[in-house]
T-cell receptor, first 110, second 113 residues
């Protein structure tokens, strides 16, 4: 079983839709979590950190459920510019071994 | 401010040659990470530096791969006797400290012919 698993998608949604991604992790030693977005042939860019209390940044909401070992990302009012691959990331205790999920591809269509 | 920079941006080399990839992290960032991304694949963690030391080198794919960091800043990833399967984008990231948010450079696209 992969340490961090994501539904690869693709998710095809119309503009304005709400879309949710889940990511599960198997290593309970994972302490820090993040969501990144990666555009085609570009480097990953940090989208947001994920906190146990949940956090929101505009149209984006991230949640962490330690008991069930999953993190989620909710995107409201999808824009064409949200089309990208979304990567969830876990770091182990000590913060050095970083495990990226394989990514979930999102296509937002007009 | 300046972000993470990497050089070269593209490198084409013949099988069997050695290559050296460079990463300049964000100034003041103590943690530095190297990753590899093959076409259409996810990111593969290679190695991490805290300051100049690398606590865990187990992510390096083979003994042909080595990395160092000097002065707590610039890092180089060296691949000896390159093979075609080494072709990938090599990404570097830095963070203020271990466990923090990582910021990526644009990567070096390596092609081994």
């Amino acid at each position: 079983r992969k340490e961090v698993e994501q539904d690869p998608g693709p998710f095809n949604v119309p503009e304005g839709a709400t879309v949710a991604f889940n990511c599960t992790y198997s290593n309970s030693a994972s302490q820090s979590f993040f969501w990144y977005r990666q555009d085609c042939r570009k480097e990953p860019k940090l989208l947001m950190s994920v906190y146990s209390s949940g956090n929101e940044d505009g149209r984006f909401t991230a949640q962490l459920n330690r008991a069930s070992q999953y993190i989620s990302l909710l995107i409201r009012d999808s824009k064409l510019s949200d089309s990208a691959t979304y990567l969830c990331v876990g770091l182990n205790t000590g913060g050095f071994k970083t495990i990226f999920g394989a990514g979930t591809r999102l296509f937002v269509k007009a | 401010g300046a972000g993470v920079s990497q050089s070269p941006s593209n490198k084409v080399t013949e099988k069997g040659k050695d290559v050296e990839l460079r990463c300049d992290p964000i100034s003041g960032h103590t943690a530095l990470y190297w990753y590899r991304q093959s076409l259409g694949q996810g990111l593969e963690f290679l190695i991490y530096f805290q300051g100049n030391s690398a606590p865990d080198k187990s992510g390096l794919p083979s003994d042909r791969f080595s990395a160092e960091r000097t002065g707590g800043s610039v890092s180089t990833l060296t691949i000896q006797r390159t093979q075609q399967e080494d072709s990938a984008v090599y990404l570097c990231a830095s963070s203020l400290d271990a466990g923090g948010e990582q910021y990526f450079g644009p990567g070096t696209r390596l092609t081994v012919t």
